[in-house]
């Protein structure tokens, strides 16, 4: 397995992982896969990782700006997902080991993720790569219907001596 930058010739496979995580009910807010021009404006240049095997891509990882403001020109939001038939065999890890180095590479000094409660296997992740829990927002937003409260997660830079 590897970790490489994704391309968009990778859509097809990213947005079938990214399909899976949204039929679960407890990735994302989201309801449906975007096309690949939305996403990629939504997403930074850098940063944009696929883990692979034998051409095929088990798993992929991004990040988002929190905000358009200058000051927060430094802080990223994470999205990584695994493909099901891939979880349990350390992909998340190794694309959030990555993400953090590449994260840093950019000059970025925090990442971070709002997790649903539910998603057990994603807030033990955060943890094992080093993220922290700060805090929950309670009842911010819906999902067919439901309130869902959201984890939130972040990892500080150790390059720019503020985490």
Same mark, same amino acid.
């Given at each position: 397995?590897?970790?490489?930058?994704?391309?968009?010739?990778?859509?097809? *496979?990213?947005?079938?992982?990214?399909?899976?995580?949204?039929?679960?009910?407890?990735?994302?807010?989201?309801?449906?896969?975007?096309?690949?021009?939305?996403?990629? *404006?939504?997403?930074?240049?850098?940063?944009?990782?696929?883990?692979?095997?034998?051409?095929?891509?088990?798993?992929?990882?991004?990040?988002?700006?929190?905000?358009?403001?200058? %000051?927060?020109?430094?802080?990223?939001?994470?999205?990584?997902?695994?493909?099901?038939?891939?979880?349990?065999?350390? %992909?998340?890890?190794?694309?959030?080991?990555?993400?953090?180095?590449?994260?840093?590479?950019?000059?970025?000094?925090?990442?971070?993720?709002?997790?649903?409660?539910?998603?057990?296997?994603?807030?033990?992740?955060?943890?094992?790569?080093?993220?922290?829990?700060?805090?929950?927002?309670?009842?911010?937003?819906?999902?067919?219907?439901?309130?869902?409260?959201?984890?939130?997660?972040?990892?500080?830079?150790?390059?720019?001596?503020?985490?």
């Amino acid at each position: 397995m590897k970790v490489r930058a994704m391309t968009p010739q990778d859509w097809e *496979q990213v947005s079938q992982i990214y399909k899976e995580g949204i039929s679960t009910g407890i990735a994302t807010f989201e309801l449906n896969v975007p096309s690949y021009e939305s996403w990629d *404006q939504a997403h930074l240049e850098k940063c944009r990782l696929i883990a692979e095997e034998e051409g095929n891509i088990l798993g992929w990882a991004a990040l988002s700006p929190v905000s358009s403001r200058c %000051v927060y020109g430094g802080v990223g939001e994470v999205s990584v997902y695994v493909a099901s038939k891939s979880r349990g065999k350390g %992909v998340g890890k190794l694309l959030m080991e990555r993400l953090i180095e590449e994260s840093e590479e950019a000059g970025l000094w925090t990442i971070q993720s709002g997790i649903f409660p539910e998603n057990q296997a994603s807030v033990k992740l955060h943890e094992k790569v080093g993220f922290r829990y700060i805090g929950k927002r309670e009842r911010v937003g819906k999902i067919h219907g439901v309130w869902k409260d959201n984890l939130l997660f972040e990892k500080r830079s150790k390059k720019i001596g503020i985490d």
